[in-house]
């Protein structure tokens, strides 16, 4: 049996590339950068701290409006408009002498977190602080209280302005007088020496005037009848130069009111 033999040969043809490439027609879309997130993430916590911010401070500041505006009716002080900017407070409609425009200055610098006050409106007439009494005489009964007080047992704890409570003890038989005589008031004064910064011992006397006011209240008088003022160290009794004399003028004094 022959045997065929078939031989094939094959020709190869090599044939050179080259890379093709796509026409850019348009910049390439990789997404945003991290440059353009951080960039929105920072608006975004600035927007949401500056709202934060303003709700803060405009809580912060109604909450000091009420304490001022509590301030002054303590002080017997109404009708007054007080604008905050920032720290700041300012005073319109006060009526009165220098001494109301003074007591409300005090009255809202002793408020937390008040920085000035500047009362803008003085109408001088209607004080207050001091306002006319009924022409009427106070009773016998509470002159003879007033005269019988010991002042000098009314006392307070050294540089402060709360009234010891063994002290307002004292005050019942006049507190009792005038509640049973709802014609007649009084005014508590509060005197201090002149050691010190003048402006806080002005400060000290109206909130020792006013401790005790509110002593006498807590035994039922009520507030109208009662009325506080602070003077510092303006009325000396005795020389501030000696122990003794400053001694005398750290002191309350209690007034029947129309009785000068």
């Not at 879309?29 to 303003?54: E, I, M, N, Q």
């Not at 409006?65 to 017997?76: F, M, W």
């Given at each position: ?17 080259a ?15 991290t ?17 934060t ?22 002080q ?9 900017s ?7 409609g006060?009526?009165?002498?220098n ?14 977190g ?12 209607f004080?207050p602080v ?23 047992l ?21 507190a ?21 910064d ?22 039922g ?17 005795g ?22």
């Amino acid at each position: 049996m022959a045997r065929v033999v078939v031989r094939i040969r094959w020709q190869t043809e090599v044939i050179e590339t080259a890379p093709v490439y796509a026409p850019v027609t348009g910049p390439l879309d990789r997404g945003p950068s991290t440059t353009h997130l951080l960039a929105l993430v920072t608006l975004f916590t600035g927007l949401l701290l500056a709202v934060t911010l303003r709700y803060t401070l405009g809580a912060f500041q109604q909450n000091l409006l009420r304490q001022s505006i509590s301030a002054l009716h303590e002080q017997g002080i109404e009708n007054a408009e007080i604008r905050f900017s920032g720290l700041d407070a300012t005073i319109t409609g006060v009526r009165g002498s220098n001494a109301v425009s003074e007591a409300a200055r005090l009255a809202l610098l002793a408020v937390p977190g008040v920085r000035s006050v500047r009362v803008r409106i003085l109408d001088s007439g209607f004080d207050p602080v001091t306002p006319p009494v009924p022409s009427s005489s106070p009773t016998i009964e509470v002159a003879e209280a007033l005269a019988e007080l010991r002042t000098d047992l009314l006392l307070f704890r050294p540089g402060g302005v709360a009234l010891n409570p063994s002290s307002s003890v004292h005050l019942a038989r006049l507190a009792k007088a005038l509640a049973a005589h709802p014609e007649a008031a009084i005014e508590i004064q509060g005197h201090t020496d002149s050691w010190g910064d003048p402006h806080d011992n002005m400060m000290l006397s109206v909130q020792r005037a006013d401790a005790v006011r509110t002593s006498m209240a807590a035994f039922g008088v009520s507030y109208k009848q009662l009325f506080a003022a602070g003077f510092g160290a303006t009325r000396p009794r005795g020389d501030n130069n000696t122990a003794a004399g400053r001694a005398l003028n750290r002191r309350i004094e209690l007034r029947l009111r129309g009785s000068d």
